[in-house]
């Protein structure tokens, strides 16, 4: 056995493991302390990249990103430092011309063209560069035709100009212009809530945009970050799952001109299926936001995000309401954005409360289970005509016709058959059902009895084919004259 120590702030625990990767312990919840995690409040990814090598050469090749992911601080000296550098660069390669060919000591002598004119010592080098590069010159300081490597410096000297303004002029224009700024004014509420909505659970939270300038095709996704540990033994720490917030409805694309509620239906098909009141005690996981959209003045690409732990969610809690009509328009009251009120809310999960319906009404529970078992209940009714065939000859010589009613066929079939379908009963009848010595004549006599009072209110539940076979609520037409006479006083 070996241990293999994972961590994600202070939420990681040590896994002992094996060299078959097999019998692994779920990973043990650590005491919780101050929540580590994954993306901030502001939208700040808290991810720091260490141990690069030799791969910290990918940086230089992409020099311009680099420049402008850069902070402001070092953005600004860079910016300084490159002029400076290239300034005095060009300035002393004026003043080695100038040395080299002797105009230093001839400066002032009239009788001598120099590279440069007026050029005796490194500050006038200098003011000639800056001169020539802010094309500021006072036609002091010019160059002369008995240079031709000065010439050379000179063009030289303009290519080398233009490159670092392009450069380091485009870097700070990029950084300025960037929609970080414009992502500060979109709003997150604070918490998410969890409470019923339209009937079902839903996990909600709140997104708003503080400008009058629209967000052009905005669209909002969200991240489950949970860790887990997969049947082979492996450790997964950050584990992405999608929450459906209406992609498949189109409820993600926005138009976010007041503040919107994002709505996730907690279904059988979410990651929060069995999650209840209770057990988001002891849960750990983030909620990763993303909104996305183009910025309606400049065109670009505004990207703002958040997020929200297992204890900014809210169980039983709704967000108020901030829109109000006021006289010729509708005002949004900001004040109210992140507040919210409880209201009845089940403490269950959907699981949960899928599974203590189907106990409640277990005659109902097969037609709504799920659609591939009413499939299959359809099609068995479908071949009724073959399965009367092929029943026990005491079930043949009771029914007298292959058209008895196909409920008490599947209750009275074979042994086999009457314990499967004894779930489906209510438990008076699995109590008289189950007393020795009754025998099918008196469970079906019974059975019918028992049944009359419910029957009429459960045809409307049935599906279309049992309730056109049951004749909305009548089946006389389809049972044998010895039935039809048992169930006169109950139709009469």
């Avoid at 800056?130 to 000065?150: F, L, M, W």
């Avoid at 917030?245 to 001109?257: E, K, M, Y």
């Amino acid at each position: 056995m070996s241990a293999l120590r994972r961590k994600l702030g202070d939420d990681y625990q040590v896994v002992s493991t094996s060299a078959s990767g097999a019998g692994l312990p779920p990973p043990r919840a650590a005491p919780r302390g101050k929540r580590q995690r994954f993306v901030d409040k502001n939208g700040r990814c808290n991810v720091q990249h260490g141990n690069l090598g030799g791969e910290t050469s990918r940086y230089l090749s992409d020099l311009f990103t680099t420049l402008v992911d850069l902070k402001w601080r070092w953005n600004l000296f860079i910016f300084i430092l490159t002029y400076t550098v290239a300034w005095l660069f060009m300035a002393s390669m004026w003043w080695v011309i100038a040395y080299m060919r002797g105009d230093l000591n001839k400066a002032h002598d009239d009788s001598y063209t120099p590279c440069v004119a007026n050029v005796y010592n490194f500050p006038s080098a200098f003011l000639f560069f800056i001169e020539t590069e802010a094309t500021i010159g006072y036609g002091y300081r010019y160059i002369t035709d008995k240079c031709p490597e000065g010439i050379i410096l000179f063009l030289f000297q303009s290519i080398l100009g233009s490159i670092v303004d392009a450069f380091l002029i485009g870097c700070m224009f990029i950084k300025m212009s960037q929609p970080k700024k414009r992502a500060e004014t979109l709003m997150f509420s604070e918490h998410a809530a969890i409470s019923m909505r339209d009937g079902k659970l839903t996990l909600m939270f709140r997104v708003g945009n503080l400008r009058n300038s629209h967000m052009v095709s905005a669209q909002i996704r969200c991240k489950l970050l949970k860790s887990r540990q997969t049947p082979e033994g492996e450790f997964l720490p950050l584990d992405q799952l999608e929450l459906d917030v209406g992609f498949s409805t189109g409820a993600d694309q926005l138009f976010l001109v007041s503040p919107l509620t994002i709505c996730h239906v907690i279904d059988s098909k979410s990651p929060f299926y069995d999650l209840s009141q209770r057990s988001m005690q002891t849960e750990q996981f983030e909620i990763v936001v993303i909104l996305e959209g183009i910025v309606e003045t400049t065109g670009m690409t505004c990207q703002a995000r958040t997020s929200y732990t297992e204890d900014e969610v809210l169980w039983g809690h709704r967000f108020f309401p901030v829109i109000s009509l006021e006289e010729g328009f509708f005002k949004v009251d900001y004040s109210q954005f992140h507040a919210t009120f409880e209201v009845p809310t089940p403490p269950y999960s959907v699981k949960e409360q899928e599974e203590m319906l189907l106990m409640s009404s277990p005659l109902i529970a097969p037609a709504v289970s799920n659609s591939k078992e009413r499939n299959n209940s359809v099609e068995c009714l479908d071949g009724l005509d073959e399965v009367g065939t092929k029943l026990p000859s005491k079930l043949q010589k009771i029914t007298g016709r292959e058209d008895f009613p196909k409920k008490l066929l599947r209750m009275s079939s074979t042994t086999s058959e009457k314990a499967y379908s004894m779930g489906d009963l209510p438990m008076k009848l699995q109590r008289i059902s189950s007393v020795p010595g009754n025998s099918e004549e008196k469970l079906g006599s019974k059975t019918t009895k028992m049944m009359s009072d419910p029957m009429s209110q459960s045809v409307a539940e049935l599906p279309p084919k049992l309730q056109k076979l049951s004749g909305g609520g009548r089946m006389e037409g389809n049972l044998p004259p010895k039935l039809r006479k048992m169930n006169s006083d109950r139709f009469t």
